[in-house]
């Protein structure tokens, strides 16, 4: 009973959850309608590249739902309808054109309430304030408001400049014209799960909270894995006050069709009985660390995992629980449903630390067979592109690191309640509230392979994620990992008030000159990176 | 589910232990068998009202110099309801800086009250309030007052209000004042001395306040403080005024023990001195505990040779040596980590002393947790060396806490 925070938290939401909604207003631009409760968890529409290329029209806008939920989407126009979120499908070395209108209105919570008010005022800008100058330039920087937007690409391994992956001086305003991303796969790519999301500095939050976010799947033949049953299940979190401290009414939602909190009528995952099938699962939450089971009856089943963060592993390994952080993706084979069974899909909960989030067990969908082959057919698949070359970060165990860094989370608070300042900091640096013009961290150059341990000095778990690459996990608590994994997402768990405090080290590859530009590193729980809990890494040319 | 298991063992808990706490009897003070005047230590329980009503919790200070300890005693519910949280450097019970005091005063955040106990009687005598635009409901209501006026600042309608004391500790409000930071932040603390009121903002700002005439007349030296201009990681935030009203020191939210201390012997504040009291996160060495993460809370001792500073996000107490004469203030002593820190309480906040002379002797520090408690150090300090040592009894445990103490009281009180 140490969590008293959390436990707060919980009782307060003990007693909002049962609230209904606010009232909706009528409000334009409307998203598309929702799925309501008990619905079937329906994949998301697949966009396909063709002829090795992938051409998407996103609107992003927002609306209230009739939920009372303020709804962030990505829209694409399919036959005449508004479809959300699509799932976009490309083969290594495919080109991605995706040009994203800004259509957001009326947002509403103009800051979150964690940042203090000097650090609002300083947390705001953009690059280096240009914006002002040239306001017709979205690659410039400037001042970033509710209304501004822009897009990462959630582990791909390519350039973070403007118009490709780059999210500290690229911001779209509501009503520019539509902005273009163009950028190729890399053709030694992993196939696998990624994803995309706004990271608007200050509003990242608000809007994934909203639901802004899509898979991508980057197209690869597996024998374990084809003429499978493949679902796509992204897991999403909304909040009615994305930033309150106080949790409020809130929900996971699996493609969008809400899980109740604490009971009701859940989701339904239609499974084909005495077949396997093939799920993949992203955690587009803003907080949640899932610690995902699946039961057929009461028997907890054997998931056989064959990727992480989008990265095949070397041995399909199976696993009755999967750990998936915010941000994080797990692929993996389900079991034959059998015949005359039921079974559910549930989170056990994870122990954020006694100042952390809540993050109950929770009951999120029930798995039903289906029937008549309703969802049971396979996703459209086309033989992979052959990879060109090793794959990427091919030999990075091996690797001897140029350079040992040390980092460290940590927080600093005015309260029980915050507002709170969120720090990632080099050992040696002083702590620092991340801003937008800041100059970086951590320079480090093409073909630089460096080892990090990132301690966790805060009572509350946080979730480092890095741009532009995937790194090794080679030790976890200084101990060194016997397999180590690519992840580009990893929990790190709050530390106890006593002991060393818990750390992972990492090998970061930045041997790709592709990758040579500035970019971030920072928590995933989206609203510590809002509030500061981030900061830059230059990795200038090899000469 | 092991959140749900702890949340309903946690509720059993508190309902069990809050019908004990219906059922006992007041402290008994100054009886034949103990010559001695007892030391009291009060919290307020900060109940929530999803939990109930708010409450305040006496202990009695024994045990021996070298072991000493808190006993329960008892609990009185005060009506209103708390918020179970807060702000570290908001005062959320006060009285009189005399051994004579009569009158507590404790608010009560969630229903936005002034709820007067009267101390030998440990009866509430009344619940007060200030306008309808008066609320502490997030972070709490501060409390601060002289023998004439009661002063709460509220802290989510950025007001604070003012209440003539009246005999049998009745309050009758008399008008509220809006207030701000310079950069537009909420009030996190205050603390008065004669005339001179002093705030603190969550933007980095401070200022003071004329209260000749009751009512807060701003003085016009709102100001960022020296160590946020530094540093915006440093905020001011609780307050204490020397006994001779001469110095005003801000213990700061910050990274590391920071403290400032602004000469208001003039009426007004003068730009502030900034004194860091440890290594801080960046001379630390690897896996090593620093000595101390946010430095909220700030209390003189007794005879101000000490100043005590809780670490609120480390579980430690630091102490300064603090020099009246000049408010200078030079690096002093870090206790250990204080037993239960992160299981079951997450942060320290407020503090007092036991004795109201010399370095105080015992200090105790609220803890805010689930159950919350009151860790108990000795003191000892030596020409330029001290100690804080948790003792063998410590932490008493607050039976009566549905969301966390952050403010303490002890009675009598230090005499200024």
């Known amino acids: 009973m140490h969590d008293v925070v959390k436990f707060l938290r919980i009782v307060l939401l003990g007693g909002l959850c049962g609230c209904a909604p606010v009232g909706a207003s009528a409000q334009l631009p409307v998203c598309p309608p929702r799925p309501p409760l008990q619905s079937v968890v329906v994949n998301p529409l697949d966009l396909f590249s063709q002829n090795g290329v992938l051409n998407v029209d996103l609107t992003l806008q927002n609306a209230v739902g009739s939920d009372g939920y303020m709804h962030y989407c990505y829209v694409y126009v399919n036959q005449g309808q508004q479809v959300e979120a699509p799932t976009l499908r490309l083969n290594p070395g495919d080109q991605l054109i995706l040009n994203l209108t800004n259509n957001i209105r009326a947002p509403y919570d103009r800051y979150p309430p964690k940042i203090s008010y000097a650090q609002k005022i300083k947390a705001m800008h953009m690059g280096h304030m240009h914006k002002a100058e040239t306001p017709s330039d979205p690659c410039d920087g400037g001042m970033v408001g509710p209304s501004s937007t822009n897009l990462h690409f959630h582990g791909l391994n390519i350039s973070p400049t403007c118009h490709q992956d780059e999210v500290i001086k690229t911001i779209i305003e509501s009503g520019d014209p539509p902005f273009q991303f163009n950028t190729q796969i890399p053709a030694n790519d992993q196939p696998g799960m990624y994803w995309y999301h706004p990271h608007p500095h200050g509003f990242t939050t608000t809007q994934v909270n909203g639901g802004a976010s899509g898979a991508l799947i980057i197209e690869g033949s597996n024998p374990l894995t084809d003429g499978l049953t493949e679902h796509v299940i992204v897991i999403r979190q909304e909040f009615m006050n994305a930033n309150s401290w106080l949790p409020g009414p809130n929900s996971l939602t699996l493609n969008f069709v809400p899980v109740p909190p604490l009971h009701g009528p859940l989701p339904i995952i239609k499974a084909q009985t005495g077949k396997q099938e093939f799920w993949r699962v992203l955690n587009a939450s803003t907080q949640a660390f899932l610690t995902l089971q699946l039961e057929y009856g009461d028997t907890v089943q054997p998931l056989e995992v064959i990727a992480l963060d989008g990265v095949p592993l070397q041995m399909p390994t199976n696993y009755t629980t999967l750990s998936v952080p915010p941000a994080g993706r797990v692929e993996f084979i389900v079991p034959p449903l059998p015949s005359g069974t039921t079974g559910t899909l549930l989170t056990l909960g994870y122990d954020t630390g006694p100042v952390g989030n809540p993050n109950p067990a929770q009951v999120m969908a029930k798995i039903e067979p289906a029937m008549n082959g309703m969802q049971s057919k396979p996703s459209p698949r086309r033989a992979a592109a052959t990879p060109i070359g090793a794959k990427r970060f091919a030999g990075l165990k091996l690797q001897t690191p140029t350079a040992q860094r040390s980092l460290y989370f940590s927080e600093e608070t005015v309260g029980t309640n915050g507002p709170t300042s969120y720090f990632i900091t080099v050992k040696g640096q002083r702590p620092h509230v991340f801003h937008m013009d800041d100059p970086p961290a951590i320079t480090t150059k093409v073909g630089a392979v460096e080892d990090w341990t990132i301690e966790n000095r805060a009572g509350e778990a946080h979730a480092f994620h890095i741009h532009q690459l995937h790194f090794l996990v080679m030790a976890i608590n200084g101990v060194p990992v016997p397999n180590p994994v690519l992840q580009d997402t990893i929990t790190i768990p709050n530390w106890t008030g006593s002991g060393p405090y818990p750390s992972v080290t990492l090998r970061m590859d930045f041997r790709d000159p592709n990758i040579a530009g500035t970019f971030v590193y920072h928590c995933h729980i989206l609203d510590h990176e809002d509030a500061g809990m981030m900061a830059k890494i230059q990795v200038n040319p090899a000469n | ?416």
């Open chain 2, 1 to 416: 589910m092991k959140m749900y298991l702890r949340l309903l063992l946690t509720v059993a808990f508190i309902v069990a232990v809050a019908a004990a706490g219906v059922a006992g009897s007041p402290p008994q003070k100054g009886s034949a068998a103990d010559p001695a005047p007892a030391t009291y230590v009060i919290t307020n329980d900060d109940a929530s009202a999803l939990l109930g009503q708010n409450s305040i919790s006496f202990f009695q200070a024994g045990g021996t110099p070298s072991a000493p300890s808190l006993t329960y005693q008892t609990t009185l519910f005060i009506g209103g309801t708390g918020i179970g949280g807060g702000f570290f450097g908001t005062s959320r019970l006060n009285s009189l800086p005399d051994s004579g005091a009569q009158c507590l005063y404790v608010s009560d955040a969630g229903s936005g009250a002034v709820v007067a106990v009267n101390l030998q009687t440990q009866q509430a005598a009344g619940t007060f309030f200030g306008s309808e635009n008066d609320a502490g409901t997030t972070n709490g209501i501060g409390l601060g007052l002289n023998a004439n006026y009661l002063y709460a600042s509220f802290t989510d309608s950025n007001t604070i209000g003012t209440f003539t004391i009246l005999p049998g500790c009745q309050l009758s409000f008399v008008n509220d004042v809006s207030v701000g930071g310079l950069n537009g932040g909420t009030i996190y603390a205050m603390a008065l001395s004669g005339n001179i009121l002093v705030v603190s903002y969550a933007d980095g700002s401070i200022e003071s306040f004329n209260i000749g005439a009751g009512t807060p007349v701003p003085n016009g030296d709102a100001q960022n403080s020296t160590g946020y201009v530094i540093d915006y990681n440093n905020l001011p935030d609780g307050i204490d005024i020397s006994q001779n009203g001469h110095y005003a020191i801000f213990g700061d939210a910050a990274v590391s023990p920071v403290v400032e201390v602004s000469d208001i012997s003039s009426g007004k504040l003068k730009p502030t001195t900034v004194y860091r009291l440890g290594a801080g996160p960046t001379a630390v060495a690897p896996n090593a505990v620093v000595s101390g993460v946010n430095s909220s809370n700030v209390r003189l001792s007794p005879d101000e040779s000490l100043l005590f500073i809780s670490n609120n996000q480390s579980g430690t107490v630091t102490a300064g040596f603090f020099n009246p004469a000049t408010g200078s203030i030079s690096p002093g002593c870090t206790s250990a980590t204080l037993s239960g820190f992160y299981s079951p309480w997450a942060y320290v906040a407020s503090m007092v002393t036991e004795n109201t002379s010399g370095n105080g002797g015992v200090l105790y520090v609220a803890e805010f947790g689930v159950p919350s408690s009151i860790g108990i150090l000795t003191i000892t300090s030596t020409g330029g060396t001290c100690r804080l040592a948790e003792s063998i009894n410590s932490p008493a445990v607050d039976p009566i806490t549905s969301g966390g103490v952050l403010s303490i009281w002890a009675y009598p009180p230090r005499p200024f």
